[in-house]
């Protein structure tokens, strides 16, 4: 059985940052893709940032510069730095994996885990 798990979300101000995790089991995460996608109040899911098994990353222009996305595959896990964060990045973040492309598109990646509260006040 595949799991996904998040961690590291909480509350900050403005300009602040967080470190979010996401540990993987059930299969070599190395040999996929994974991403991390986010949905807030009043806002469709929206791709944030991927990363292949190649390490190839793509980040959405709207956290370009403040946000990054790595993974330790010795420990299965991938994170998403994030910095500078904004009250717009409130928003319940997912991170995926799967076989395909990675692109900033959720029909991409089979496995989901269950979120983890990101919220910036002003």
């Known amino acids: 059985q595949v799991q996904l798990v998040e961690s590291g979300g909480g509350s900050v101000q403005a300009g602040g940052s967080l470190r979010l995790s996401c540990v993987v089991s059930?299969?070599?995460?190395?040999?996929?893709?994974s991403a991390w996608f986010r949905h807030g109040p009043g806002k469709e899911r929206e791709g944030v940032a991927s990363?292949?098994?190649?390490?190839?990353?793509k980040h959405a222009d709207s956290v370009k510069g403040r946000v990054t996305i790595s993974k330790d595959n010795a420990k299965n896990i991938v994170y998403l730095q994030m910095n500078s964060l904004k009250p717009e990045d409130t928003a319940m973040y997912y991170c995926a994996a799967g076989r395909s492309v990675a692109l900033l598109v959720p029909a991409t990646y089979n496995y989901w885990g269950q979120g983890t509260q990101v919220t910036v006040s002003s």
């Open positions: 990363i292949d098994r190649y390490r190839i990353t």
């Open positions: 059930g299969y070599t995460y190395s040999s996929y893709n």
